[in-house]
């Protein structure tokens, strides 16, 4: 893999009390930038997640808070959304950097991250993505197709970095402050132990991944260390990503910081327009397969194109197989499996 050469732009701008550092990502994947949130409720300071672990970034987020004549170890709280690589970049170094932080994830976050950074685990995790190749294959995808991706995957999981957090959260917790309260919500669906951050006397939600301004961020399960799908059947992972957004549109947020794209101000018609490109893609989805049965690869080829990359025909694939499985759930389609191969069709 290379990493990186590219200029690091960066910008760091105060909404509404919250400063936003918005660093730049070396990415095809339709993401210009990384957001990292930092704000202060009665003289305590949180920073939502831990952007990229690459030399360039790293200096650009700690040069800007030096501009912000703040240093790491004025920090009290680091709260992470999800485990994705652009979020716990620097955990590890910011907690070396400043040991009194408190460092926070939610319960699969964790898990998740453990299994795979532990050198312990190496024959399960190939064993996972071996299971994973497989299934995928299974799905339309070639074989030597698979193997690239899956390359590619497994070797990612290398460049986490384990650091034990101070506390883990469950659903509906909260940390109470004189003025006001944090709330973190479990909002499964882009990641399994995703959180959203819920500052409540101002109605600011830190959204992670959760809820951007222009897309729809990829729904879909990928690999999974073995106790989480024993605790956990996260198969119909499209159903729990639509409920996360309607737990978010109770609490009525006034602003949405998402951790791409732009800031959102009108929270609640953007989670109805996300709704609403579900059911869109839902109903496409299922008028494709209405007479003749369809791989999952086909239909994201279809759908999407043939000619993406390796990781965004995985990331397709796994967007795809949401809708498909949520539509099984439905038993508005059903699956067949030919010549070892599945295919999905409308039932009549
Ligand atoms: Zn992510």
Redesign the pocket.
């Known amino acids: 893999m290379i990493l990186f050469t590219y200029k690091t732009n960066s910008e760091v701008s105060e909404i509404n009390g919250v400063y936003r550092f918005q660093i730049d990502f070396p990415s095809s994947f339709g993401l210009k930038f990384v957001c990292m949130y930092l704000f202060n409720i009665d003289n305590t300071h949180i920073l939502i997640d831990a952007g990229l672990n690459i030399p360039d970034w790293k200096k650009t987020f700690f040069s800007e808070l030096q501009k912000l004549n703040l240093s790491i170890k004025d920090i009290d709280y680091l709260i992470i959304t ?1 485990e ?1 690589p ?2 716990i970049g620097l955990m590890k170094e910011i907690k070396h950097k400043n040991p009194n932080i408190q460092l926070l994830m939610h319960e699969i976050t964790h898990d998740v991250i453990k299994w795979m950074t532990d050198p312990k685990n190496d024959d399960e995790i190939k064993k996972s993505a071996d299971e994973l190749t497989a299934r995928t294959i299974k799905y339309g995808i070639t074989e030597e197709m698979a193997k690239n991706i899956f390359g590619f995957s497994t070797s990612m999981h290398r460049m986490i970095p384990y650091i034990k957090p101070d506390r883990i959260l469950n659903d509906n917790d909260e940390i109470t402050f004189d003025s006001t309260k944090l709330k973190f919500i479990w909002t499964p669906g ?2 399994l132990g995703h959180i959203c951050v819920f500052e409540e006397s101002n109605r600011h939600l830190f959204a ?2 959760h809820i951007l301004s222009r897309i729809t ?1 990829n729904i879909g399960t990928s690999m999974m260390n073995p106790s989480i799908e024993k605790k956990f059947d996260f198969t119909n992972i499209l159903d729990y990503y639509l409920k996360s957004l309607d737990k978010i549109d109770e609490l009525n947020p006034k602003i949405i910081f998402p951790a791409h794209q732009e800031v959102i101000y009108d929270p609640h018609q953007r989670i109805l327009e996300m709704k609403k490109h579900h059911d869109t893609r839902l109903s496409e989805v299922s008028k494709m397969i209405e007479n003749k049965p369809l791989t999952p690869y086909r239909i994201s080829q279809i759908h999407f194109g043939e000619d993406l990359d390796g990781m965004n025909t995985l990331l397709a694939l796994s967007e795809i197989l949401s809708h498909l499985i949520y539509l099984e759930n439905q038993n508005k389609i059903k699956r067949i499996e030919k010549n070892e191969k599945i295919y999905f069709i409308k039932e009549t």
Do not use: C, L, T, V
């Open positions: 999800h994705h652009d979020h882009h990641s992670g991944d961020p």
